[in-house]
């Protein structure tokens, strides 16, 4: 069993700042892969940024310069810095990785953690 819990959600101003975090527990072995994607109301969940193993890093267009994703591997965690952060930011935010367990490798999801930015 793996779980994804994620944490550091909330309300912040425009301009202001979050961390989210993101840990992953249970049977795992590997991860290959860690990220974050959104989704706002009544749109699709989208790509925020992803961080591999080896340090490859892809993030959507709208984030470049604003968001950094970091990854501790000894504590399978990930972490999403943003700032500058913009009323279009206000979604939630899931995290995903790619693990590989005891059955093989699999996408797995969290709960998801909610970011409001209004003033």
């Known amino acids: 069993q793996v779980q994804l819990v994620e944490s550091g959600g909330g309300l912040v101003q425009p301009g202001g700042s979050l961390r989210l975090s993101c840990a992953a527990s249970g049977s795992i072995r590997s991860i290959s892969r860690m990220g974050w994607y959104r989704q706002a109301p009544g749109k699709q969940r989208e790509l925020v940024a992803t961080l591999t193993t080896s340090g490859s890093t892809n993030y959507a267009d709208s984030e470049k310069g604003r968001f950094t994703i970091s990854r501790d591997n000894a504590k399978n965690t990930v972490y999403l810095q943003m700032n500058s952060l913009k009323p279009e930011d206000t979604a939630v935010y899931y995290c995903?990785?790619?693990?590989?367990?005891?059955?093989?490798?699999?996408?797995?999801w969290g709960q998801g953690t909610q970011v409001t930015v209004s003033s």
């Open positions: 995903n990785a790619r693990i590989r367990g005891g059955l093989g490798e699999y996408g797995y």
